[in-house]
């Protein structure tokens, strides 16, 4: 995996808790987009760790890039790395493609668990962390941001209330027993939820679940 962050301690303090793990290890550093997006050309990689603010390219148009397969011969899955104060700048990086994003004060083990979550092929939607800063996002959009997303007329009931707890950051197993239904179901539920919205995966789904208000935050 890749560590994208211009502050090198905590590039350094990430690799430590990454390379102690027996199924992870970083095989590319680099201090801004331009330099990850160099490196990335030649050194391929599962997951990107990827910081937003950064000189020369920042972090929305390199995830933007790799997201897309433009700088690699396959897309690659960006976990964003925020603090609270970055609102505007993760909401358009998760809309560039990123599969989830990251507090940096995060615990180890919730960032562990994202890195084998997206790796594995789903978006980080279950941390706490992940529905407190989307509805604080979407706290900050302004009033008139809300607009129905054309997919939404096409999800049937069931498809709707499974969104919902999608936005809500329940796991599949989680919605499984809330709805009385095999997980199996919920997997077909939630991949007609996201070819209807015309989205890559959950972290999307749910983004258009709050802008088009949907699901309001708190609720």
Not at 66 to 89: A, M, Q, R, S
Not at 175 to 189: N, R, S, Y
């Amino acid at each position: 995996m890749a560590l994208v962050d211009d502050q090198q301690l905590v590039r350094a303090g990430f690799r430590m808790v990454i390379d102690s793990q027996p199924d992870l290890e970083v095989v590319v550093e680099a201090g801004d987009g331009a330099e990850a997006l160099r490196r990335l050309a030649v050194v391929p990689v599962d997951v990107v760790l990827m910081d937003v603010r950064m000189p020369h390219v920042d972090g929305l148009e390199a995830t933007a890039r790799l997201t897309v397969g433009d700088v690699t011969p396959e897309p690659v899955k960006v976990i964003v790395l925020t603090t609270f104060d970055l609102d505007e700048y993760v909401l358009s990086a998760i809309k560039a493609g990123a599969s989830g994003f990251l507090l940096k004060d995060a615990p180890p083990e919730e960032m562990l668990g994202a890195i084998r979550t997206v790796h594995a092929g789903d978006a980080v939607i279950a941390p706490s962390s992940t529905r407190r800063l989307l509805e604080h996002l979407v706290t900050a959009l302004p009033d008139d941001a809300a607009a129905p997303h054309p997919g939404l007329a096409d999800l049937t009931d069931r498809e709707r209330e499974v969104l919902v707890l999608m936005a809500r950051g329940r796991s599949n197993t989680e919605i499984a027993g809330d709805l009385f239904v095999a997980e199996a179901t919920v997997k077909t539920h939630v991949g007609r939820v996201l070819a209807k919205l015309a989205v890559r995966d959950r972290v999307q789904a749910v983004v258009a679940a709050y802008e088009s208000g949907l699901v309001r935050p708190g609720a």
